[in-house]
């Protein structure tokens, strides 16, 4: 069972930064690979960005490619969305999620805990 807790979401103009960071309950974290999704109003929840279990992979949506990285740090049981350059189509609920197995998995039916989101704002 894993716990998370998802925090560094808030308000920032068009080209800005921001850090979000998910922190997880469990010492089986370091087993499990992570992603990130986002969902805007009105829209399917969708996939930003997964990383493997060691860190060693990472896999990004096209449309945040060259701008988001995703990081963890196993031995501070949290993983990370470093969002530079954003936009006002960045803005959504960020969710943090968490899966056993290998390889890119972007379907959000195949992971399966889930924090409770943080909200990003773009302004234009």
């Known amino acids: 069972q894993v716990q998370l807790v998802e925090s560094g979401g808030g308000l920032v103009q068009a080209g800005g930064s921001l850090r979000l960071s998910c922190a997880a309950s469990?010492?089986?974290?370091?087993?499990?690979?992570m992603g990130w999704f986002r969902q805007a109003p009105g829209k399917e929840r969708e996939f930003v960005a997964q990383?493997?279990?060691?860190?060693?992979?990472?896999y990004y949506a096209d449309s945040v490619k060259g701008r988001f990285t995703i990081s963890r740090d196993n031995a501070k049981n949290t993983v990370y969305l470093q969002m530079n350059s954003l936009k006002p189509e960045d803005t959504a609920v960020y969710y943090c999620?968490?899966?056993?197995?290998?390889?890119?998995?972007?379907?959000?039916?195949?992971?399966?805990?889930w924090g409770q989101g943080t909200q990003v704002t773009v302004s234009s």
């Open positions: 999620a968490a899966r056993g197995g290998v390889g890119h998995v972007v379907a959000p039916a195949r992971y399966n805990y």
């Open positions: 990383i493997s279990w060691s860190g060693s992979s990472t």
């Open positions: 469990g010492r089986t974290f370091s087993s499990y690979a």
